[in-house]
């Protein structure tokens, strides 16, 4: 059984750096692109970026571009998404999602979602 | 960019009644290699809730997916049915199309079922 367990909970402080992770279990880890996906409260779903375990490929959105980093790590089956110089707007919850093998192919494995809140 | 639109904004049925859900995109959503194929998706999602692929290809159901789900399109214009609602079915509904320049994946806002 595929399984996607996102870390906890965290309040950041404008303009600082938040790093998020997703640990998978039940497959794996290189065969498929690790998604991850914003939503803002009460707002609809945004793409944000991707990496591709096997090769550590990524592909990030252009409103992201130059604040967000995503990696994977196959030792522990870990991705991880780094988004820096945060602002309010940025107070979501962010979602892991996995199960596709190629980029057009959408993610049909979804974590639980982290909620980060962004607040002085 | 590409700039995905969802109609309506809500939708108030009852269960037992049919959900005609639509998508439009501003760039085709078709596979360069296969004009037969389409990089739309739909996703469910309930409060409090990751969002749950019903469709992609713009037909194809994901695995599990109920046969009351029924996705239908091409190009720029692509609908999900909902032949019968059943309670559990009041959601929003999100499209999501592929896009090869600029590579990436795009949502659209959604369309809220909510019960009459």
């Known amino acids: 059984e595929v399984q996607l367990v996102q870390s906890g909970a965290e309040v950041k402080k404008p303009g600082a750096t938040m790093k998020i992770s997703c640990k998978v279990s039940?497959?794996?880890?290189?065969?498929?692109?690790m998604h991850w996906v914003k939503q803002a409260p009460g707002k609809g779903l945004e793409w944000m970026g991707l990496?591709?375990?096997?090769?550590?490929?990524?592909i990030y959105a252009e409103k992201f571009q130059g604040r967000i980093t995503i990696t994977a790590d196959t030792s522990t089956y870990t991705a991880y998404m780094e988004l820096s110089s945060l602002r309010s707007e940025d107070t979501a919850v962010y979602y892991c999602?996995?199960?596709?093998?190629?980029?057009?192919?959408?993610?049909?494995?979804w974590g639980p979602g982290t909620l980060v809140t962004v607040s002085s | 960019e590409i700039v995905l639109t969802q109609s309506p904004g809500t939708l108030s049925l009852s269960p037992g009644e049919r959900a005609t859900l639509s998508c439009k995109t501003s760039?085709?959503?078709?596979?360069?290699?296969?004009?037969?194929?389409?990089?739309l998706a739909w996703y469910q999602q309930k409060p409090g809730q990751a969002p749950r692929l019903l469709i992609y290809?713009?037909?194809s159901r994901a695995t599990g997916i109920p046969d009351r789900f029924s996705g239908s399109g091409s190009g720029t214009d692509f609908t999900l049915t909902i032949t019968r609602l059943e309670p559990e079915d009041f959601a929003v509904y999100y499209c999501?199309?592929?896009?090869?320049?600029?590579?990436?994946?795009?949502f659209g806002p959604g369309t809220k079922v909510n019960i009459q």
């Open positions: 999602a996995t199960g596709s093998m190629q980029v057009v192919v959408p993610p049909d494995y």
């Open positions: 039940g497959y794996t880890f290189t065969d498929y692109y």
């Open positions: 990496v591709d375990p096997e090769d550590d490929e990524t």
């Open positions: 760039h085709s959503a078709s596979a360069s290699y296969n004009v037969n194929s389409s990089y």
């Open positions: 290809g713009a037909s």
């Open positions: 999501q199309q592929y896009s090869s320049s600029p590579r990436g994946l795009t």
